[in-house]
């Protein structure tokens, strides 16, 4: 087995998962009531059978990481400590203090190391997929000299996480641009729910320092949302408060904001001081930074693209529409977060649906076996229009304001015009002024961005995360269903 990996094996958006990873552990829970939790979170689009997989296998593999080692935090009879997070409605949150997501990386990559039989190419940046005729045959890469290679497989695993850098603000690191979405779509593979993009409510929004995600499990242990009166106002905008969905939090922050025209902040000064410093110690650490006490002082936040729900259309076992591609985690579609994902489910869907496309492989090659749905076909102009190169700050800014939190069919019209452009350009021209590990992440942005941008203008409807001022209710009748993407190059 030979893993490519674009930066250092640490550097990924697991690691920077600081609230916990969800399973039915506690007595009071069972994977019903996760299952339920799910589906409501999920917004009338999960899918049943990846949701029962899910919720159905995923204690057995949070056991598993606690018997290899994982360092979680336990309760004082040993048992896992259990913490609770927006739309749970129990406590079944396993966590690591604040830096779960860097305790499980740290894990598995021990156990990667240990094992003579897998060879890891770091610093190698996958640029393509290798197919012949319709199957997958491998990728290429670059490696950080510049040399180029090309790896050959009868089976090829995209695990290449999310696309967070498609915005100007979002929580995930730089190298999360979407590169296996990209290559997945150039290979023709099917894609669906890229108009479904999860925007975290709470990331610390200091002028002049990082933004910096301030983890769900802050409100699960009673923090609390202020205007700049200091009154909490999640009270009139849902039943569940701040424990709300986080589209719900998310949305309800920039109409606080436009109301008051005025920061928004989160709240821990009510609870015990020492309490908070030991439970969230990288946060601490983090408003320390920025000047700020975390158990007293008042954080601003605000939103920031976070996850994407859609990705790769995969089954329950990782196969693609492309026969020898396979895709997990935050790359993949399997339809388990539906319109919006259940906060900790990110960690958990890794695990099983990793594990199920890593036993799938081994097994004799077949087609894909799908669900039938809608597929609308994309071409991908090969024209050469004159024009410079946008740089990927461009981009970013275009989709965070035209394809952000709030959307609507004017704006994204525009951004269309303007991707499909700059598109055409980023193919035209593939030598440029730009080195080439920027234009490298200027093309997984742009076609991201602009497979993104399709697809929320074509929901004619407001559902999870993503939400239209002209089109604000949720439509059953005609939007209750996925929508695969295929982009066909010309």
Not at 191 to 205: K, Y
Not at 263 to 285: N, Q
Not at 351 to 373: D, I, N, P
Request: charged letters at 25%; hydrophobic letters at 40%; one cysteine or more.
């Amino acid at each position: 087995m030979i893993i490519l990996t674009k930066a250092n094996p640490e550097e990924s958006n697991t690691g920077y998962a600081q609230g916990g990873i969800a399973a039915a552990l506690g007595p009071d829970d069972s994977p019903a009531l996760h299952a339920q939790d799910t589906l409501k979170a999920g917004d009338g689009l999960c899918d049943v059978d990846a949701v029962d997989v899910l919720v159905g296998d995923g204690p057995k593999y949070v056991v598993e990481l606690l018997e290899w080692g994982a360092q979680f935090d336990r309760a004082p009879d040993g048992s896992p400590s259990l913490g609770r997070e927006a739309a749970h409605s129990v406590r079944r949150v396993v966590h690591a203090r604040d830096a779960t997501g860097r305790e499980i990386g740290r894990l598995l990559w021990s156990r990667v190391g240990a094992n003579r039989r897998i060879r890891v190419l770091q610093d190698a940046t996958a640029t393509d997929l290798v197919v012949e005729g319709e199957t997958c045959v491998g990728a290429r890469y670059v490696g950080g000299d510049g040399t180029s290679g090309r790896v050959g497989a009868s089976r090829t695993l995209l695990a290449t996480g999310g696309a967070g850098q498609v915005f100007r603000e979002t929580t995930n690191p730089s190298i999360a641009t979407g590169d296996g979405i990209a290559m997945a779509a150039h290979a023709g593979a099917r894609l669906a729910d890229l108009e479904f993009i999860q925007f975290h409510p709470t990331v610390m929004s200091v002028p002049g320092k990082p933004r910096f995600l301030l983890s769900e499990a802050l409100r699960g242990e009673g923090a609390r949302l202020v205007n700049d009166a200091g009154e909490r106002f999640m009270p009139r905008y849902h039943a569940a408060e701040e424990l709300a969905p986080r589209d719900v939090v998310s949305r309800a922050i920039v109409r606080e904001m436009e109301r008051t025209h005025a920061p928004i902040y989160l709240s821990l000064a009510h609870l015990d001081r020492s309490f908070v410093h030991e439970r969230f110690p990288t946060l601490t650490h983090a408003c320390a930074e920025a000047g700020l006490d975390l158990a007293v002082d008042r954080i601003p936040v605000s939103p920031a693209a976070h996850y994407v729900m859609g990705g790769v259309e995969t089954d329950l076992t990782g196969r693609s529409s492309v026969t020898g591609l396979f895709a997990a985690g935050e790359a993949a579609c399997t339809g388990v977060h539906g319109a919006n994902r259940l906060a900790s489910n990110s960690l958990l869907e890794g695990l099983v649906f990793g594990a199920r496309a890593a036993q799938a492989m081994t097994e004799a090659l077949r087609c894909a076996s799908l669900q039938e749905q809608e597929v609308v076909t994309w071409a991908d102009s090969s024209r050469s229009p004159s024009g410079d190169l946008p740089s990927s700050d461009d981009v970013r800014a275009l989709m965070w304001t035209h394809c952000g939190l709030l959307r609507d069919g004017g704006r994204m019209e525009t951004a269309i015009a303007r991707l499909e452009r700059w598109q055409s350009l980023v193919h035209s021209a593939p030598q440029s002024s730009l080195s080439m590990n920027e234009f490298r992440r200027l093309r997984s942005i742009v076609t991201v961005g602009l497979l993104m941008a399709r697809a929320a203008l074509r929901r004619q409807e407001s559902r999870g995360g993503h939400f239209r001022s002209d089109f604000p209710d949720r439509d059953d009748i005609k939007w209750q269903k996925h929508v695969s993407d295929v982009l066909m190059r010309a």
